[in-house]
Nanobody, 124 residues
Framework: QVQLVESGGGLVQAGGSLRLSCAAS????????VGWFRQAPGKEREFVAT????????YYADSVKGRFTISRDNVKNRIYLQMNSLKSDETGVYYC?????????????????WGQGTQVTVSS
């Protein structure tokens, strides 16, 4: 079993930045890919970014390329999402998710473990 806890959300003005953190604990976390997803009110959960265990492979949603950066520290079992130039329509709950996979998935149904989410509110 893997437990994931997100933190770092909050209120930020459009154009601002936030850094989200996902702390992993529980069974051995070796080999797990981790993704970030977000869900706006009344909308489906959507893919944001994902990273392989080694950090060598990353994928981003087209809408966040060049503005968001996913990274990880496997010593601390932490995965980060640096978000710059935030837009008001990126308001929502941000979740991290994990799966034991070599290639990091981009679909939410492929992930086995989820955190509770952290709220990000971008004011215009």
């Amino acid at each position: 079993q893997v437990q994931l806890v997100e933190s770092g959300g909050g209120l930020v003005q459009a154009g601002g930045s936030l850094r989200l953190s996902c702390a992993a604990s529980g069974r051995a976390f070796n080999g797990y890919a981790v993704g970030w997803f977000r869900q706006a009110p009344g909308k489906e959960r959507e893919f944001v970014a994902t990273i392989s265990w080694s950090g060598a492979v990353t994928y981003y949603a087209d809408s966040v390329k060049g503005r968001f950066t996913i990274s990880r520290d496997n010593v601390k079992n932490r995965i980060y999402l640096q978000m710059n130039s935030l837009k008001s329509d990126e308001t929502g709950v941000y979740y991290c998710a994990a799966r034991d996979a070599v290639v990091p998935p981009r679909s939410n149904w492929e992930y086995d473990y989820w955190g509770q989410g952290t709220q990000v509110t971008v004011s215009s």
